[in-house]
Protein backbone atom coordinates (compact mmCIF):
# COMPACT_ATOMS: atom_id res chain seq x y z
CA UNK A 1 0.00 0.00 0.00
CA UNK A 2 1.54 3.30 -0.62
CA UNK A 3 1.30 6.33 1.72
CA UNK A 4 -1.66 8.25 -0.93
CA UNK A 5 -3.84 4.79 -0.14
CA UNK A 6 -6.38 4.71 2.46
CA UNK A 7 -7.76 1.83 3.99
CA UNK A 8 -11.15 2.18 5.51
CA UNK A 9 -12.71 -0.90 7.86
CA UNK A 10 -15.96 -1.05 9.09
CA UNK A 11 -15.84 -3.50 12.02
CA UNK A 12 -18.63 -5.63 12.46
CA UNK A 13 -21.64 -5.55 15.12
CA UNK A 14 -20.09 -6.74 18.08
CA UNK A 15 -16.29 -6.14 17.61
CA UNK A 16 -14.54 -5.06 19.98
CA UNK A 17 -12.74 -1.67 18.52
CA UNK A 18 -9.09 -2.24 19.60
CA UNK A 19 -9.64 -5.40 18.29
CA UNK A 20 -10.75 -4.09 14.60
CA UNK A 21 -8.02 -1.71 14.68
CA UNK A 22 -5.52 -4.10 15.11
CA UNK A 23 -7.30 -6.61 12.00
CA UNK A 24 -7.11 -2.78 10.08
CA UNK A 25 -3.73 -2.01 10.45
CA UNK A 26 -2.61 -6.10 9.60
CA UNK A 27 -4.72 -5.61 6.75
CA UNK A 28 -3.92 -2.26 5.44
CA UNK A 29 0.02 -3.59 5.78
CA UNK A 30 -0.77 -6.94 3.81
CA UNK A 31 -0.12 -9.31 7.29
CA UNK A 32 -2.60 -11.06 9.14
CA UNK A 33 -2.88 -10.26 12.51
CA UNK A 34 -0.20 -13.32 13.73
CA UNK A 35 2.24 -11.61 11.35
CA UNK A 36 2.35 -8.35 12.68
CA UNK A 37 4.87 -7.32 15.47
CA UNK A 38 2.98 -4.46 16.50
CA UNK A 39 1.10 -4.57 19.72
CA UNK A 40 -1.59 -2.13 20.32
CA UNK A 41 -1.30 -1.92 23.75
CA UNK A 42 1.84 -0.64 23.41
CA UNK A 43 0.22 2.71 22.19
CA UNK A 44 -3.42 2.63 23.31
CA UNK A 45 -5.22 1.60 26.45
CA UNK A 46 -7.41 -0.67 24.54
CA UNK A 47 -9.86 -0.65 27.47
CA UNK A 48 -10.95 3.39 26.90
CA UNK A 49 -10.84 2.93 23.59
CA UNK A 50 -13.30 0.19 23.02
CA UNK A 51 -15.36 2.61 25.34
CA UNK A 52 -15.10 5.59 23.02
CA UNK A 53 -17.82 4.90 20.37
CA UNK A 54 -20.09 2.94 22.86
CA UNK A 55 -22.65 5.80 23.06
CA UNK A 56 -23.38 5.88 18.91
CA UNK A 57 -25.20 9.53 19.39
CA UNK A 58 -21.64 11.03 20.26
CA UNK A 59 -19.99 11.98 16.65
CA UNK A 60 -16.83 12.25 17.38
CA UNK A 61 -13.30 11.01 15.71
CA UNK A 62 -9.79 9.99 16.87
CA UNK A 63 -6.84 9.76 15.17
CA UNK A 64 -3.40 8.66 16.49
CA UNK A 65 -0.06 6.90 15.38
CA UNK A 66 0.54 3.24 15.34
CA UNK A 67 2.74 0.69 13.71
CA UNK A 68 3.93 3.00 10.60
CA UNK A 69 0.38 4.42 9.89
CA UNK A 70 -1.88 7.13 10.96
CA UNK A 71 -5.22 5.44 12.59
CA UNK A 72 -8.43 7.71 12.06
CA UNK A 73 -11.57 6.68 13.65
CA UNK A 74 -14.87 8.45 12.97
CA UNK A 75 -18.70 7.91 13.59
CA UNK A 76 -20.62 7.48 11.01
CA UNK A 77 -23.43 8.97 10.35
CA UNK A 78 -25.59 6.16 12.63
CA UNK A 79 -22.20 6.43 15.53
CA UNK A 80 -21.12 3.30 14.00
CA UNK A 81 -16.74 3.94 14.13
CA UNK A 82 -15.31 3.53 10.86
CA UNK A 83 -11.37 3.12 10.50
CA UNK A 84 -9.19 4.75 8.03
CA UNK A 85 -5.62 3.56 7.66
CA UNK A 86 -2.96 5.21 6.13
CA UNK A 87 0.23 3.03 5.85
CA UNK A 88 3.63 4.84 5.82
CA UNK A 89 5.15 1.86 5.03
Known sequence: MSETDNFH???PDGEP???AVVEAVAIAHDETI???????????????????FQDQKLKM???FE???A??????????N???T?????
Open 9 to 11: YEP
Open 17 to 19: LST
Open 34 to 52: LEQEWLISDDINTDALDTL
Open 61 to 63: SLQ
Open 66 to 68: ADN
Open 70 to 79: TVTIVADESG
Open 81 to 83: PVI
Open 85 to 89: IQSHR
